[in-house]
């Protein structure tokens, strides 16, 4: 059985490397300018490893809260999925997929050449979706509502955080901060970059 598109062979593997790292940086130490011994596993943030990682996350999105708020900018919480016909293509089943689906994907170097793996009606991959999906935000961000936000010289921010579904198929959330009068326009673009009926918006 696999999921998130991972099989158990793969899970056996990534835990050996984890735990092959936790072993080492268990076993390597330093000194530090206090004269306190420490391994290095004790410095690691790293998210299968350390539980210092969540603790650093909590934290950035804190600060970033602070700083925005300063700036007299709003919360927006946005969730981000593909439509579910994006899904089928990862078995390879285009039953369902339409000229509108396909005018929705990129065909370039930096974001996949996935109209052409339709014209051959190859599957997708899980690397092909998070290009889809990264591609979606880009067309957010590059839309003329948010560009001119940016031009009269707002400081907008944001965090955004991936996550696999069951199949392995990626979505996101996304923290973004912008000023109060820009969230029903920005709600607007939302909708036409990101139409699949699971998504939502939040202020």
């Known amino acids: 059985m696999s999921l998130y598109n991972i099989s158990p062979l793969d899970l056996k593997i990534s835990q050996e490397k984890n735990n092959f790292q936790r072993n080492y940086l268990s076993s390597q130490s330093f000194q530090t300018s206090n004269g306190e011994m420490k391994s290095l596993l004790e410095i690691n943030m790293n998210a299968n490893i350390s539980s210092r ?6 934290n950035k999105v804190n600060t970033l809260q602070q700083i925005m708020t300063n700036e007299d900018l709003e919360p927006v919480f946005m969730t981000l999925t593909l439509d579910g016909v994006y899904h089928d293509l990862l078995i390879g089943d285009y039953s369902r997929f339409t000229l509108f689906h396909q005018k929705k994907l990129p065909d370039n170097d930096k974001n996949g050449y996935l109209k052409t793996k339709v014209s051959n009606r190859e599957p997708f991959s899980v690397r092909d979706l998070y290009q889809l999906l990264r591609f979606q935000w880009e067309s957010f961000q590059n839309n003329r509502t948010y560009r001119q936000m940016k031009k ?29 009068h820009y969230i029903l326009p920005l709600k607007e673009v939302y909708k036409k970059c990101f139409w699949a009926r699971q998504n939502h918006i939040q202020s």
């Open 53 to 58: 990682y969540y603790a650093r996350l909590v």
């Open 152 to 180: 009269e010289g707002y400081k907008v921010g944001y965090l955004f955080a991936v996550e696999p579904h069951k199949s392995g198929v990626p979505h996101a959330h996304v923290l973004l901060y912008i000023p109060k």
